[in-house]
């Protein structure tokens, strides 16, 4: 037996599923210098330990590599000074929630509150002012819907952020008018393009909006982070940022709160400059290391299904002509992923309808005629709504689907939910063709979208397994289910890809990094229902132990859901 310098770390006993093809599985691997060094059975593993080598001794758990999740907004995070609406399904225990609220908190000068869910509204209508004066009185109030697409003023916000008849186009979102007075509403659109990007954040802070201070800001991207690691998520994409909110990654790291390796994506609103550019490139340059990488660049070319602001090929059921509008009219989001190909960047375009997705592939093509093909890995991010004849195009153009199973479970968008009776039965085989992609060759790259649904691993493979609400039931669509193994890559590989790491991360590999999650169940033999209360009793990042935690211990919840 020949000579081998000591390992650092050792995993022993274990059911290593690689996520590898050329060694699929091994029972131990040996960690030098944050890498793993090598893999393969048990009864080879002490020649690797050394005296001082630590040992972690699975108990014949499944070992998996660690999460990566491609697209998670830990940085919007949950935010604990919000009233929480998670779980109000009508207006009336909307105001429950603020009135309860308000006695513990008399002095406060604004409510602000999250989670506020559409279908809480009656008769399919958008909320108003008028909804949240009762309850609000002459404190100004702020409610951000779930997808923080949207926001939900009172009177006294109204005033307080100077929207007015003769001001609506703000620089947080659009205020919807009534058709009749031209009077603001109190409803706020695109709020995801506009409140969260840096000058509408700027303009919120200027104008006393608690919820867009620095330090609120900093406490949920820290809570957002505890709860990734202990999930076993080792990579974290952050898909929209600008170029302020680095630094509050920056206080993280320097603060030990950074355990999990981090993607952030700087944010390209409509408007963005050539000069702009030039930062987020020199961003790029500064933030290359393993555990804080910036570069790819978020658009969007519609919004979402549920207020029916996502752009689809046909009208929306039960409405003669509205289907919704893309951002950029197609030839001239063309002509920009163009441009943006050719400077280099890689693009993560948000697409939630078949029209914004055709829109985003269309440009994808052109963008190969005329600057060549390249590895340029773009990305559809969310695919709810797709055609099937461009299934085939993702393979065709090497363009990646980021997409979030558990938005696609019946309990969320389903029969009686928003998003299914938007769209109408006749247009549900389109939903999340998870399979339907895969068998076509496309890359997955598998996310949970915290906070708009729960940040757990388990839960996003439970509903890609299964297509079932989460507490059992019937499922919906689900010939587009695919096997655990297959949402596992999506979580682990397929994440890797399409985020240019799968030459360090995204399968236990000689060579590659040392993040890997031992779990308390082996999800790849249970039945699927018993998927979702496995936990990661161990999470090592880079060869270190970086959490771990005891079973039933419960995390929290999303703004979607609650009690």
């Not at 290391?289 to 207020?307: H, Q, S």
């Not at 999650?517 to 990042?541: C, F, H, K, M, Y």
Request: proline fraction near 7%; charge should be negative.
């Amino acid at each position: 037996m020949h000579h081998t310098t000591p390992a650092n770390l050792v995993l022993t006993r274990a059911r290593i599923h690689t996520v590898d093809p050329s060694l699929p599985e091994a029972e131990a691997l040996a960690v030098r210098d944050g890498r793993i060094v090598w893999l393969g059975a048990e009864a080879d593993a002490a020649r690797w330990t050394g005296p001082d080598t630590e040992v972690i001794d699975a108990g014949g758990r499944l070992v998996l590599p660690g999460f990566i999740d491609a697209h998670n907004h830990v940085r919007l995070g949950s935010d604990d000074a919000c009233v929480q609406l998670a779980g109000a399904r009508t207006l009336d225990a909307v105001h429950a929630r603020i009135r309860a609220w308000r006695a513990s908190h008399p002095d406060a000068e604004w409510i602000e509150a999250e989670a506020f869910d559409y279908s809480a509204i009656p008769d399919g209508r958008m909320p108003t002012a008028a909804d949240l004066d009762p309850v609000t009185g002459d404190t100004p109030a702020l409610v951000l819907s779930y997808d923080v697409h949207t926001a939900w003023l009172n009177t006294a916000a109204l005033r307080r952020l100077g929207v007015h008849r003769g001001r609506t186009s703000l620089p947080f979102g659009e205020a919807a008018t009534d058709p009749v007075t031209g009077e603001p509403t109190g409803f706020v659109k695109d709020f995801a393009v506009k409140g969260l990007s840096r000058e509408g954040h700027r303009a919120l802070r200027e104008l006393g909006v608690p919820w867009a201070a620095p330090d609120r800001q900093y406490g949920r991207l820290a809570r957002s982070l505890d709860d990734a690691i202990g999930f076993g998520i080792t990579t974290v994409v952050e898909p929209q940022n600008s170029l302020d909110d680095l630094a509050l990654f920056e206080r993280a790291r320097a603060e030990g709160r950074l355990r999990s390796r981090i993607v952030a994506a700087l944010f390209h609103p409509r408007g963005t400059t050539e000069a702009d550019l030039d930062e987020f490139a020199a961003a790029t340059r500064k933030f290359a290391d393993d555990r804080l990488r910036v570069g790819p660049l978020k658009l969007y070319i519609d919004d979402v299904v549920e207020p029916r602001t996502a752009a689809l090929l046909e009208p929306y059921a039960g409405c003669g002509h509205h289907r919704g509008d893309t951002f950029y009219p197609a030839d001239e989001f063309a002509g920009l992923l163009t441009r943006l190909d050719a400077r280099g960047f890689q693009c993560f375009v948000h697409a939630t309808g078949d029209r914004g997705i055709r829109t985003v592939l269309d440009a994808v093509e052109q963008a190969r005629t005329a600057n060549g093909p390249r590895d340029a890995r773009h990305q559809v991010v969310h695919v709810e709504c797709l055609d099937p004849a461009d299934t085939p195009r993702f393979a065709e153009l090497g363009v990646v689907a980021c997409m979030q199973p558990r938005h696609a479970a019946p309990d969320i968008a389903g029969p009686g939910q928003d998003w299914a009776e938007n769209i109408g039965p006749d247009r549900w085989h389109k939903a999340w063709p998870l399979r339907s992609l895969h068998a076509a060759g496309a890359v997955l790259a598998l996310s949970s979208d915290w906070n708009v649904a729960e940040m757990d691993p388990m839960v996003g493979i439970y509903s890609a397994v299964t297509r079932r609400p989460l507490g059992g039931g019937e499922p919906w669509t689900p010939g587009e289910t695919i096997d655990v193994a297959t949402a596992v890559e999506g979580y682990t590989m397929g994440s890797a890809y399409a985020n240019f790491l799968d030459h360090e991360r995204g399968s236990l590999t000689v060579g590659k990094l040392a993040d890997f999650v031992v779990l308390s169940r082996d999800i790849l033999r249970i039945a699927p229902e018993e998927i979702p209360g496995t936990v990661a009793e161990t999470v090592v990042v880079g060869g270190e132990i970086a959490a771990g935690r005891e079973p039933g211990k419960s995390a929290r919840t999303p703004r979607r859901l609650g009690s």
